[in-house]
């Protein structure tokens, strides 16, 4: 069965033999190129069927190729290849970009087809992008040769194509056939010809020059055109002739010494500066690569340290000034001359009051229990307040300028002084760990020192508590001598006690008492507590510790102090008491501790009255016992009460004591009255200035001490 295309009219048709026949006369009647989207209007029939018979026709026929719509026969390559070789003929040269504009072709394409007829229809060269003749090709051989024999040093090749009109394409590869032929000597790098006589020149001048010096420096490398300057040190002297640092390369002869120097100084536990034996222009970043290169410190890391980039100190030789500095830290630790941080206690008093409060609602309970208080928990939470306080170490301890002082003094005085600064600051960081040392065991010794004066302020305040209550419940028994005895008692155990809860609030807050306060130690007075002899402040030290404590502890205190003048001792007691329950001092009001409170003062009169040699101080002391060991009275009093006590006791005495007692009394009385000594306040006060015949003491003492020493 035949095959008929008929036309788009429908009055013609055609054989697919026939079709291809006419569309292959097309392509030869357009030279041999067309687009076959116009063979289709030509022949009147339907573009697809006019495209699947190209594409068929172009199997078929090796010669037709189909580029960008175009249908290209091999006569139309041919045609393009004598034009491009006439042209080639006439200027020497042709870009193929130039020509794939030309012609609009492809690139890819149009070397393809230069390249398939090369030598045939096209003389000359094809590099793949540049067309050239072999009479350009030796005029630019020739013209590069010329130019690159005469140099004597390193020439860029760009420069020297433009001056000279050498194609860029081509003069590369003409140079590498004339350096690989031996016409020309030397070699390309980085777009500039380097001739071998220059190298060979640069080589010898770098070499010479670092055996003379022991070092080159990277910056004259590059004046002689080197562009990796370190690289170029490597490969020059590499192995064991030299060292590649940052800015220049040094000898391995220079190393040694170096070594060697570094050496000597640690023998001699010595400081020695390396920059002297080095090159100037060695930058701090080079010498530090110098020194870890020695094999003196690579070994002995735990005997040198490196000091301010350049010098080299023993380890041995720090640390003896560290030793040396401590050992002067304690010793003016020892003298008092170190000046401590001032304690959490010194805060503002406002501060305080808050964290009082703080603390008070954690501790109220324990308040409640009388006799106790909070003084268990007030004794715990201070120490525990005093070890944070030494623990924290002190700011600002150490300055640069004091340890380069030390420092100057205790280096040798051949040592370089700009060592100095240097060391200090590396040994600073150990010298304020040693400061911090020295400070804490100064701060929690003088901790310690404060808790223990506080502990006996507040067991002398207790103490005092029992005497005044004693003695108050006493004097109710002697109601002719209770005003004297609660006025004595208000000038001496009140105010006295009184005196010592603001010494023990004072020292909460400071580490220290204000000048014009002081706690008098224990010296055997009868009133006093086994460890303190009573508390003195002046009027200006208690305005002074006042105005330095919270207000509410200020408040409680000075209304005790008051209290202490215009209250009787019965409701000063009170008013001790509660006053000892808000400042958390522990007060023992039971029974037992009021038999053990009398025994106390029993021991004590009777020790007193044991050693005592003077006549109406004995008699004092006597009454006192007499009504302590007959009556169970403690009746702390001033002499002038002394009539009123052994009143008190004559019914428990034999007759003959008690007459006794009456006649001594009077004896005495006379004396002082004869003496005309001042008027009796205290016992220090009525002493006589002679002591009392032996016959009236060994009278006292028959009649009525045996009795209250048992």
Same mark, same amino acid.
């Given at each position: 069965?035949?095959?008929?295309? $008929? ?32 063979? %289709? ?48 003929? *006439? ?44 009479? $350009? ?9 010329? %130019? ?153 890391? &735990? ?16 640390? *003896? ?23 959490? *206690? ?33 004794? &715990? ?67 310690? /020192? ?238 006589? /200035? ?21």
């Amino acid at each position: 069965m035949v095959k008929f295309y $008929f036309t788009e009219d429908g009055k013609e048709f055609v054989t697919p033999a026939q079709l291809l026949h006419e569309i292959n006369q097309e392509i030869l009647r357009n030279s041999g190129r067309i687009c076959y989207l116009d063979i %289709a209007p030509l022949l009147r029939l339907q573009s697809n069927i006019v495209e699947a018979k190209v594409q068929e026709l172009v199997k078929k026929n090796p010669s037709l190729t189909i580029v960008n719509l175009d249908v290209v026969s091999g006569l139309y390559l041919d045609k393009i290849a004598r034009e491009i070789d006439q042209t080639l003929a *006439g200027i020497g040269e042709l870009r193929l970009s130039s020509l794939s504009h030309r012609f609009d072709l492809p690139l890819n394409f149009l070397s393809d087809a230069i390249a398939k007829r090369m030598g045939r229809l096209i003389h000359g060269h094809f590099d793949g992008e540049m067309l050239f003749t072999e009479a $350009f090709i030796a005029r630019q051989r020739a013209a590069v040769r010329g %130019a690159l024999s005469g140099a004597t040093r390193p020439t860029p090749l760009a420069p020297l194509a433009q001056a000279h009109h050498l194609s860029e394409p081509l003069y590369g590869q003409l140079i590498d056939e004339l350096i690989a032929s031996g016409r020309l000597s030397g070699r390309v790098d980085n777009g500039q010809y380097w001739p071998d006589i220059f190298l060979q020149f640069r080589d010898a001048w770098a070499t010479s020059f670092f055996s003379q010096n022991d070092y080159i420096e990277y910056t004259m490398l590059e004046r002689l055109h080197v562009s990796n300057p370190r690289g170029f040190s490597e490969a020059l002297f590499s192995g064991d002739k030299g060292l590649a640092l940052t800015t220049c390369c040094i000898s391995a002869s220079l190393r040694d010494r170096v070594d060697t120097a570094i050496v000597e100084a640690l023998a001699e536990k010595s400081c020695v500066d390396i920059s002297s034996l080095l090159p100037p222009s060695l930058s701090a970043k080079d010498i530090t690569s110098l020194l870890r290169s020695c094999p003196s410190l690579r070994k002995g890391q &735990d005997t040198a340290v490196v000091l301010g980039g350049r010098f080299v100190a023993s380890v041995e030789l720090l640390m *003896g000034f560290v030793a040396s500095f401590e050992a002067g830290l304690k010793e003016r630790a020892a003298k008092g001359l170190i000046t401590l941080p001032s304690p959490q *206690g010194t805060r503002p008093a406002k501060q305080q009051q808050k964290s009082k409060a703080k603390n008070g609602k954690k501790k109220g309970k324990s308040g409640k229990r009388r006799g106790k208080g909070r003084g268990a928990d007030s004794e &715990d939470s201070d120490e525990a307040a005093g070890d944070g306080d030494s623990s924290s170490a002190p700011s600002g301890s150490l300055t640069a300028e004091e340890v380069e002082a030390a420092l100057t003094k205790f280096l040798p005085p051949d040592v370089d002084a700009d060592v100095v600064p240097a060391a200090a600051e590396h040994v600073l960081p150990q010298l304020e760990e040693a400061y911090a040392r020295v400070c804490v065991s100064l701060q929690q010794s003088r901790s310690d /020192q404060t808790r223990e004066r506080r502990e006996r302020l507040q067991a002398h305040a207790a103490a005092l508590y029992l005497d005044i209550s004693l003695t108050a419940t006493a004097a109710d028994q002697l109601q002719e001598e209770k005003p004297i005895i609660e006025k004595y008692l208000q000038r001496t155990l009140c105010a006295d006690a009184a005196n010592a809860l603001l010494l023990d609030v004072a020292l909460r807050n400071a580490p220290e008492l204000p000048e014009g306060a002081a706690i008098v130690e224990a010296c055997g007075e009868v009133t006093s507590s086994d460890v303190v002899a009573r508390c003195d402040v002046t009027p200006a030290a208690r305005m002074a510790i006042l105005g330095g404590i919270p207000a509410e502890d200020a408040k409680l205190l000075k209304a005790l102090w008051e209290a202490s003048s215009k209250k009787s001792c019965a409701d000063f007691a009170e008013e001790l008491y509660n006053v000892c329950e808000a400042l958390q001092v522990r007060v023992r009001c039971d029974k037992k501790s009021e038999r053990e409170r009398l025994e106390h003062h029993r021991r004590a009169l009777a020790a007193a009255a044991t050693a005592e040699a003077s006549a109406p101080a004995l008699l004092h002391l006597t009454s006192m016992l007499l009504n302590l060991r007959l009556k169970g009275l403690l009746l702390l009093s001033p002499p002038r009460c002394v009539g009123g006590l052994l009143k008190n006791v004559e019914d428990d005495l034999p007759a003959e004591s008690a007459a006794t007692l009456r006649k001594l009394h009077g004896e005495v009385t006379a004396q002082l009255k004869a003496c005309r000594t001042p008027s009796p306040s205290s016992v220090s006060d009525t002493r006589p /200035q002679q002591a009392p015949t032996p016959t009236v003491k060994q009278e006292l003492l028959d009649a009525t001490l045996q009795i209250a020493l048992q």
